[in-house]
C-alpha cells in the first residue's frame, strides 16, 4: 500500500502502495447482440461532456495529441457496454475483454470457443480464441488468495489475473519464491506465470476527493468519495488509514467526523461520517485545484484511462492494468485491487480514481514515485458501497423511470451494487447487467440499454 504519510508516528508507514449458449439460438454467427450506439453509453457515464482538467491531465500523462482524449473517453464508454453484451451472450466461454490504442479504439473479447469468433467480430470487436476462460483464472487466483492466508508472502507481493495473456500471474522478488507459492496452492503445472520484480508495494497513507485529512493528530490521508447512509454525509476512504471509532480533522486542521467501519486487511476500505460543520459534495479535486464531478461508479475495462487525485501529489493519470489483483504488503495481503500506471506517493491513500466521471476506487498502495514513475493499486468503490451499505453521492442527473415500489428481492433498486451478469426486473420485465455499477434513481435498465440488456 501507499502507507499514510504519519505526522507524529502512531503508527508505521505502510509500503505496500463450441456453441453460444442464447436463449432459442444455437449459432455464435446468427446470435450477435445488438450494437449499443456510442452516443447512448456516452452520454450515460457522462463521457461525451468530460471536464477540461481530466482532458488535460490525460492529455499530459498519457502523451496524448489534442482530442484523442475526448475521443478515448467515448470509446471507452462504448467498449465496456459492448463488451458487457458479450458477455452475457457467450457466457461460460467468456473469457475477458480489454482496449487498446492510443484513443481505446480497440476493444478486444477473449472467449473459449473458435465458433463465437462472427459474434464477437459483429459487434466490431477483435476476437481471441484462448485456453482458459475468466471464471476458471478467478478460481485459481482465488485458491493463491487462500493459500496466502497460510503462508508467508512477503517475496511474492502480487498475483493477479491477467486477462490478455489468459493466465494467473505471481510477481515475486525472485523465481524460487513464486515456485514455492505456486507449489503450496497445488497449481504447478496449472499455467500460472511468474514475473521476477524486485518491486515491493507500500502502503500509500498520508468533503473534496483528494483533500488531506488527519487521523487521531498522527497520521495524513486523502478522502475518497462523498457518500451517504441513510441521514448520515461522509466519504469512502481506504482502510489501512484508520481504525472503527478513530476521529479525523479536515484539511484545515477542523473537527471532521469518526471512522465508522474499516476493513484492512483482505480488503482495503473504510467509511468516515463527519459532523455537521461539513458538507459532502459530488467534487474531486482535479489540475490546478479545479473540480471535477462524479456521475457514477460503472466499473471501465482494462486498458481503460484513469485518473487519481492526492493530498500529496495532487492529479495524475495512466491506464487500468489489470482488475482482481492481490497484494501482499507488509501489513497484511489486500484482495480484489486493481492495478494501474498511475503514480502516487505516501499521504495519497484513500484518494480517488476516476475514469472519465465515473468513480472507480480508492488508493491502496504502490510502488515508485511521481518523480520517476510507479504502479499504483486501488480498491474498487462498488464493493465498499455493497459491504457498508454507502451510497455514492453524484452529480444530479437527468430525471429517469423511478425505482419500482415493490420489494423483490429482484426487483432493480436504486442504491444496489450490480455487478456484470446480475439479473433483475424492472416493470415486469426481465433485465442482465452488463457492467457493474451502483444504481441510480436516473439509470433504471429501461432508460441505460448501456448498463442493463433487456432479457
Known amino acids: 500500500m501507499l502507507g499514510r504519510h504519519t505526522a507524529a508516528g502512531r503508527r508505521v508507514a505502510l509500503t505496500a502502495l463450441g456453441t453460444l449458449v442464447l436463449t432459442g439460438a444455437t ?18 457515464l457522462g463521457a461525451d461532456r468530460p471536464p477540461a482538467a481530466v482532458l488535460r491531465a490525460m492529455e499530459r500523462d498519457l502523451k496524448l495529441k489534442p482530442g484523442q482524449a475526448a475521443e478515448r473517453l467515448v470509446n471507452e464508454a462504448e467498449a ?23 484513443t481505446s479504439a480497440e476493444l478486444t473479447v477473449a472467449t473459449t470457443h473458435a465458433a463465437d469468433v462472427s459474434a464477437i467480430e459483429a459487434q466490431g470487436a477483435k476476437a481471441a480464441v484462448v485456453k482458459r ?5 478467478q478460481s485459481v487466483k482465488s485458491k493463491l488468495d487462500a493459500t496466502a492466508r497460510k ?12 486477462v490478455p495473456a ?49 487521523i487521531e493528530s498522527s497520521a495524513r490521508c486523502s478522502v475518497g468519495f462523498s457518500v451517504t447512509k441513510d441521514d448520515q454525509q461522509g466519504f469512502a476512504s481506504a482502510g489501512h488509514c484508520g481504525n472503527r471509532g478513530d476521529s479525523t480533522a479536515g484539511y484545515n486542521l477542523a473537527d471532521q467526523g469518526t471512522f465508522q467501519a474499516s476493513t484492512f486487511p483482505r480488503k482495503d476500505m473504510s467509511w468516515i461520517a463527519v459532523n455537521s460543520d461539513w458538507t459532502t459534495t459530488a467534487d474531486v479535486k482535479g489540475a490546478g485545484g479545479q473540480r471535477t464531478q462524479v456521475t457514477g461508479s460503472v466499473q471501465a475495462l482494462v486498458g481503460a484511462s484513469i485518473c487519481r487525485s492526492g493530498s500529496t501529489t495532487g492529479w495524475h493519470c495512466g491506464t487500468i492494468s489489470q482488475h482482481d489483483t492481490s497484494v501482499s504488503y507488509a501489513q497484511g495481503t489486500v484482495n480484489g485491487v486493481t492495478e494501474t500506471t498511475v503514480c502516487a506517493e505516501p499521504g495519497d491513500s484513500g484518494g480517488p480514481y476516476i475514469s472519465g466521471t465515473q468513480a472507480q476506487g480508492v488508493t491502496s498502495g504502490g510502488s515508485g514515485n511521481c518523480t520517476n514513475g510507479g504502479t499504483t493499486f486501488y480498491q474498487p468503490i462498488n464493493p465498499i458501497l455493497s459491504d457498508f451499505g454507502l451510497v455514492l453521492k453524484t452529480a444530479p442527473t437527468e430525471p429517469g423511470t423511478p425505482a419500482p415500489e415493490d420489494n423483490a428481492v429482484d426487483t432493480w433498486t436504486a442504491g444496489r451494487v450490480y455487478e456484470a451478469g446480475a439479473t433483475v426486473t424492472h416493470a415486469g420485465v426481465r433485465y442482465q447487467c452488463l457492467q457493474s455499477h451502483q444504481a441510480q434513481r436516473g439509470w ?7 448498463l442493463w440488456q433487456r432479457l
Open 133 to 137: 476462460p475468466l471464471t476458471e483464472l
Open 80 to 102: 465496456g457496454a459492448r463488451a458487457g453484451r458479450l458477455r452475457n451472450a457467450l457466457g461460460t466461454h467468456f473469457a475477458g475483454a480489454w482496449v487498446r490504442g492510443a
Open 444 to 450: 433504471s435498465p429501461v432508460a441505460t440499454p448501456a
Open 166 to 214: 489468459n493466465r494467473v500471474v505471481v510477481q515475486a522478488i525472485k523465481r524460487s519464491a513464486a515456485t514455492a507459492f505456486i507449489e503450496a496452492a497445488d497449481l504447478q503445472g496449472k499455467g500460472v506465470g511468474i514475473r521476477v520484480s524486485a518491486v515491493r508495494p507500500r502502503l500509500l497513507a498520508d468533503v473534496v476527493g483528494g483533500d488531506a485529512y488527519y
Open 151 to 162: 503462508v508467508k508472502t512477503r517475496d511474492t507481493p502480487v498475483w493477479y489475473v491477467d
Open 27 to 44: 449459432s455464435a454467427a446468427t446470435a450477435a447482440p445488438p450494437p449499443v450506439p456510442a452516443s447512448t453509453a456516452a452520454q450515460t
